[in-house]
């Protein structure tokens, strides 16, 4: 899932880097080194907060620069009414508000019919994922997320709803 995240987010990705080395690298390396070292923070973390899910959300959409904070992030997104409340950057992010966050990405995806009609609540965005085969129907509404999973469950996203201009194309031989 890792090498995924390399080919389909092309400038999203080096935005997000850029933004992680200003904020917490004291000196400058190439830039596999901020990738690295941002993907190894979010992997590393046994839960991934609302900060870190809104930054990649608000990043992905260009909705925020790549110098703007987690709170930027979550604040655009509120207003863009894209997250079910306000959220704390440093709360740790659970399942259902999590697939909420994501299915905004790609507004073009039909949710089903209690998905359009209570305009995207996060329990139908959830429902959706699940019935996509995005994430295992066992898995508990409230669970708090790892990185890993959390990265896991927006690459096969992008996999799934997302278009030629965001991803890149591999041919295997």
């Given at each position: 899932?890792?090498?995924?995240?390399?080919?389909?987010w092309?400038?999203?990705?080096?935005?997000?880097?850029?933004?992680?080395?200003k904020?917490?690298?004291?000196?400058?390396?190439?830039?596999?080194?901020?990738?690295?070292?941002?993907?190894t923070?979010?992997l590393?973390t046994?839960?991934?907060?609302?900060?870190?899910?809104?930054?990649?959300?608000?990043?992905h959409?260009?909705?925020?620069?790549?110098d703007?904070?987690?709170?930027?992030?979550?604040?655009?997104?509120?207003?863009?009414?894209?997250?079910?409340?306000?959220?704390?950057?440093?709360?740790?992010?659970?399942?259902?508000?999590?697939?909420?966050?994501?299915?905004?990405?790609?507004?073009?995806?039909?949710?089903?019919?209690f998905y359009?009609?209570?305009?995207?609540s996060?329990?139908?965005?959830?429902?959706k994922?699940?019935a996509?085969g995005?994430?295992?129907?066992?898995?508990?509404?409230?669970?708090?997320?790892?990185?890993?999973?959390?990265?896991?469950?927006?690459?096969?996203?992008?996999?799934?709803?997302?278009?030629?201009s965001?991803?890149?194309?591999?041919?295997?031989?």
């Amino acid at each position: 899932m890792l090498l995924s995240l390399f080919f389909f987010w092309g400038g999203d990705i080096a935005k997000m880097i850029g933004n992680y080395a200003k904020k917490y690298l004291a000196y400058k390396t190439s830039p596999i080194t901020y990738l690295s070292l941002f993907v190894t923070d979010i992997l590393n973390t046994e839960e991934v907060t609302y900060g870190q899910v809104c930054y990649l959300s608000a990043i992905h959409q260009g909705l925020i620069s790549d110098d703007a904070s987690f709170d930027d992030a979550v604040k655009i997104l509120y207003e863009k009414k894209q997250t079910p409340e306000l959220l704390s950057t440093s709360t740790p992010a659970c399942l259902v508000n999590l697939s909420y966050i994501y299915m905004q990405m790609w507004p073009n995806v039909d949710g089903g019919l209690f998905y359009r009609l209570t305009k995207g609540s996060p329990r139908y965005a959830l429902k959706k994922l699940k019935a996509d085969g995005l994430i295992d129907d066992t898995m508990d509404p409230l669970a708090t997320l790892s990185g890993k999973d959390a990265l896991d469950i927006l690459s096969s996203c992008m996999f799934q709803y997302g278009d030629d201009s965001e991803c890149m194309s591999m041919d295997l031989e």
